[in-house]
């Protein structure tokens, strides 16, 4: 686990767009997001590691007494328990976004409130 520069979201944008399918996304989200993060700072990016390979990414967000991790992904169950508890020690709560695919993988959500999203099929 490592939390990384907001100026150095490109890893962590990879990560996260090859963990959820969209590998060419990375870096219009990279450049997306750094514009956008440059000046706020109730924001970590978070990134998880097997070895020296990136594993996962998580954006955590500041949010009342505890946070939020609404944009992440991994690659692996293993690095987003570790993304999650990460998160989840960083305040007293934390709300979790849920897609179908972390669901399907065994992930279970944890005692905090959840949000369960999936993408639109046009």
Same mark, same amino acid.
């Given at each position: 686990?490592?939390?990384?520069?907001?100026?150095? *979201?490109?890893?962590?944008?990879?990560?996260?767009?090859?963990?959820?399918?969209?590998?060419?996304?990375?870096?219009?989200?990279?450049?997306?997001?750094?514009?956008?993060?440059?000046?706020?700072?109730?924001?970590?990016?978070?990134?998880?590691?097997?070895? &020296?390979?990136?594993?996962?990414? *998580?954006?955590?967000?500041?949010?009342?007494?505890?946070?939020?991790?609404?944009?992440?992904?991994?690659?692996?169950?293993?690095?987003?328990?570790?993304?999650?508890?990460?998160?989840?020690?960083?305040?007293? =709560?934390?709300?979790?976004?849920?897609?179908? &695919? &972390?669901?399907?993988?065994?992930?279970?959500?944890?005692?905090?409130?959840?949000?369960?999203? =999936?993408?639109?099929?046009?």
């Amino acid at each position: 686990m490592e939390q990384i520069s907001r100026l150095h *979201l490109g890893p962590w944008a990879e990560a996260l767009t090859q963990a959820r399918g969209t590998p060419g996304w990375g870096s219009w989200l990279a450049r997306h997001l750094g514009a956008r993060l440059e000046t706020e700072r109730g924001y970590l990016p978070l990134l998880a590691y097997q070895g &020296d390979e990136v594993v996962g990414a *998580l954006l955590w967000q500041a949010q009342g007494p505890g946070g939020a991790a609404l944009l992440w992904g991994t690659r692996h169950a293993e690095a987003a328990h570790a993304l999650l508890h990460t998160a989840a020690g960083l305040g007293r =709560s934390l709300l979790v976004a849920w897609g179908p &695919d &972390d669901l399907a993988a065994g992930l279970q959500p944890p005692e905090h409130e959840a949000v369960i999203f =999936s993408r639109l099929q046009m």
